[in-house]
């Protein structure tokens, strides 16, 4: 496995972090931002730039735009998703318009998962 960091990707990390789309802007500053565990955003695990970055519940958030339905990334998103998996990760994909027609349940969905997660991880110690 190799390393979590990359520091080929931090400049495109970068660059992803300054023009978010307007879904990213959305669930960054009106809920992750602010959340009482800390999120990064455009976090470069390996060979990838996740959207959304929880170290602490070992979670990624991942929006999901209309290319991510046909063939071809979906097979990607699958072996993504199975390379961060690796890591020991939860994969939380949410299609983007899930965050303008139930942004309320998508945060509220976000909140269960990172719960999960944290009490999960004081249950194995």
Request: aromatic share 12%.
């Amino acid at each position: 496995m190799q390393s979590k960091h990359n520091k080929q990707l931090v400049p495109f990390a970068k660059q992803l972090r300054e023009k978010m789309t307007k879904e990213e802007r959305h669930l960054w500053y009106d809920f992750l931002r602010n959340y009482p565990i800390r999120f990064s955003r455009q976090k470069v695990l390996g060979r990838y730039i996740v959207d959304f970055y929880c170290a602490e519940a070992k979670i990624v958030i991942e929006l999901d735009g209309s290319q991510h339905f046909d063939d071809a990334n979906i097979e990607r998103d699958s072996i993504r998703t199975a390379f961060l998996e690796g890591y020991g990760l939860s994969i939380i994909r949410i299609p983007n318009n899930e965050i303008f027609k139930n942004f309320q349940g998508v945060c509220a969905y976000i909140d269960l998962k990172v719960r999960q997660s944290l009490s999960q991880k004081s249950e194995d110690f």
